[in-house]
């Protein structure tokens, strides 16, 4: 456009124009082509104080592909957890809470039992109050429905959440407890004239054996003698004296050679553990 100036003043006041105009065309350098954006696809997103960056439609269309037309959209830096939880998921997470509590006793959702009431004794000095049949503690199975008092649940509890549960391996849990023994209206040791054991309380359990999750049971009487589970066992045996007041093992007598007996008898001197 300049240059065709130039030519239209040469002719005017009589001047020759140059040679080498005659075969020019415009200089892209000195003026962009119009509508330069438009002509490579582009949109442009103006940005306050600098010249508009432009993207391409095709990246616009492939961001809006992305998200899902039913998800609405959201600020910078919100979750779409809530929305890609789909409804059948979360009724049924809600539906498992409602079936532990429902399921649960002493006022834990991790102790699953039944409500048993108040145990009568058959001897002077038996019975529980407020007594409860335990099916599982903290994830783990009893072989039996045990009755017991809820401080004896709650020490259980605790037995297992600290030490029993991955005494063998985080990778090969304990998913049951072999129960031996429970309530039982009886004296120590079954021996005639004895005190009223504290099983017949409610308030002692006796455990003689541990299933791992690969279907193997490390039973105390043999995993006692064995080099590979008895370290392990004396660490499960040592993990009950605090919670428990009372723990007795193979080395206590005769009478546990087989098994653990837990109980919460406190004593003066702190827990007794043999």
Request: proline share 6%.
């Amino acid at each position: 456009m300049i240059r065709a100036a130039v030519l239209i003043l040469t002719v005017l006041v009589g001047g020759a124009a140059p040679a080498s105009t005659t075969a020019s065309t415009p200089d892209a350098s000195l003026e962009p082509p119009a509508n330069t954006a438009a002509a490579a696809g582009l949109e442009a997103a103006a940005i306050p104080g600098m010249r508009p960056v432009s993207r391409p439609q095709s990246e616009q269309r492939l961001a809006a592909s992305a998200r899902p037309a039913d998800l609405p959209l959201l600020a910078p830096g919100a979750s779409l957890l809530p929305f890609a939880r789909p409804d059948s998921l979360a009724e049924q997470v809600l539906f498992k809470r409602r079936q532990r509590r429902k399921g649960s006793v002493c006022g834990d959702l991790d102790i699953q039992g039944d409500q048993a009431g108040d145990i009568p004794g058959k001897l002077p000095g038996c019975g529980a109050k407020d007594a409860v049949r335990v099916r599982e503690i903290a994830g783990v199975r009893l072989s039996q429905a045990s009755l017991m008092t809820c401080n004896t649940a709650r020490a259980l509890k605790t037995w297992i959440s600290r030490e029993v549960e991955t005494a063998f391996g985080r990778r090969n849990k304990v998913v049951s407890l072999r129960v031996a023994a429970h309530y039982a209206c009886r004296t120590r040791n079954n021996r005639k004239g004895a005190k009223i054991s504290e099983h017949g309380k409610g308030r002692a359990i006796d455990i003689s054996g541990f299933t791992l999750a690969n279907g193997e049971t490390v039973t105390v009487l043999r995993g006692w003698q064995n080099r590979k589970t008895r370290k392990k066992l004396k660490k499960i045996w040592r993990a009950a004296c605090g919670p428990f007041g009372t723990v007795l093992g193979p080395e206590a007598d005769r009478y546990h050679k087989d098994h653990f007996h837990l109980d919460v008898a406190r004593h003066r001197g702190g827990s007794y553990c043999r």
